[in-house]
């Protein structure tokens, strides 16, 4: 049996809530070409040119709102995790690593290996499979190993937008929000429509059949549009919600391309003209809470909200560290490791 390490790995951070800091995790972040996928010309002309000259002086102050005494929220939650981890089960080496920014995978990685870990499993921490997340980790994680010469027996774990483990405590941390007059509204990361349109080897699926992401089938098995689908009915059969109850949106879009609709903006208006006055958001594609939930949903999009007439929102917070998720993670993990023992 050999010494098993688990590399946590997320989207990133900046270092501080300064421009320059700001400036330079976005460099790394929008210059990858899992993230942005036009040639590099241009994609170098787009970020160094129009985004990076104005986008920093903008985000620095919405970080400085979220800002926690031990730093960023999304580096301070995954801290938690890993330690909770790490006292859930000391038999297994944890370390958390961001995809862009610190600490960095090459250094969790080199942790690791001093500490004797020859079973490694890439974790990515996204629930629904992306290029720009899921698969840029793993690529990034793989060249850090290849350019460090270590070779450990390897596992990734991919996407687990339906696992009980995942779900179980997704569900309870909604439940207690919920209230007959109240909406629930699933908000996802958004994604540009080419991002997975990429997915479908078929080309006669993808944003091409009606409500393409509600149709299971092997086109769309790696479509991120698909696992946001799945999580969110699996929640709403876990909760007992009936159709009136919830909706789904998309939210962060960056630039001119197409995006997955509809937009939580849009869809927050169209609730309140409904008559919706009470609503609840989960963003069930973040396991911590970052500026895309504690700004973005909870400043912004309640600003919206109340200015269209709402009266009550509730951003219901991500799992973070909650004890139940802890405990799910934990056994998803061991579930990898049992699968390769077997």
């Known amino acids: 049996m050999g010494k098993k390490g688990v590399l946590l790995m997320n989207v990133g951070t900046p270092d501080e809530p300064t421009t320059s800091s700001v400036k330079t995790y976005l ?52 801290k938690r995790v890993t330690e909770n981890l790490m006292e859930l089960n000391d038999e297994i080496d944890y ?35 992306a290029q720009a997340t899921t698969e840029s980790s793993l690529k990034h994680a793989h060249k850090q190993l290849a350019n460090m010469g270590w070779s450990p027996t390897l596992l990734e774990m991919g996407h687990f937008e339906t696992a009980e483990e995942f779900i179980g405590p997704l569900a309870e941390s909604i439940r207690p929000h919920l209230g007959d007059d109240t909406h629930l509204l699933f908000s996802y990361h958004g994604l540009p429509v080419s991002h997975v ?8 699926h993808c944003q091409t059949i009606n409500e ?24 709403v059969e876990r909760l007992g919600l009936t159709e009136d109850q919830w ?61 269209h007439g709402g009266k009550e929102l509730k951003v219901i917070n991500c799992l973070n560290d909650d004890e139940q998720w802890i405990k799910g993670l934990e056994q998803l993990i061991r579930r990898e490791f049992d699968a390769i023992a077997a």
């Not at 985000?59 to 400085?64: D, E, V």
């Not at 299971?216 to 699996?234: F, K, M, P, V």
Request: proline letters at 7%; one cysteine or more; hydrophobic letters at 40%.
């Open 27 to 78: 460099r790394e972040f929008l210059l990858d070409p899992d993230v942005i996928d036009i040639p590099a010309p241009l994609r170098h002309l787009l970020v160094r040119g129009i985004i990076l000259r104005t986008r920093p002086k903008k985000i620095a102050p919405l970080y400085k709102k979220i800002w926690m005494d031990e730093g960023s929220p999304l580096r301070v939650y995954s």
């Open 95 to 129: 370390e958390f690593a961001m995809r862009y920014g610190n600490p960095s995978i090459r250094l969790g990685l080199e942790r690791l290996r001093e500490r004797g870990v020859d079973e490694l499993l890439l974790l990515p921490m996204f629930p629904h499979y």
């Open 197 to 204: 349109k990429r997915i479908d080897s078929s080309k006669k």
């Open 212 to 235: 393409c992401c509600t149709v299971q089938c092997d086109a769309n098995s790696l479509c991120y549009g698909r696992h946001c689908y799945e999580t969110t009915i699996a929640v």
């Open 247 to 307: 909706s789904l949106s998309y939210q962060s879009r960056i630039g001119p391309v197409k995006w997955l609709e509809p937009s939580t903006t849009s869809m927050v208006e169209a609730l309140v003209k409904k008559g919706i006055d009470k609503l609840a958001i989960v963003a069930p594609a973040f396991l911590a809470d970052g500026l895309e939930t504690l700004e973005e949903l909870d400043i912004g999009i309640r600003e919206e909200f109340m200015e």
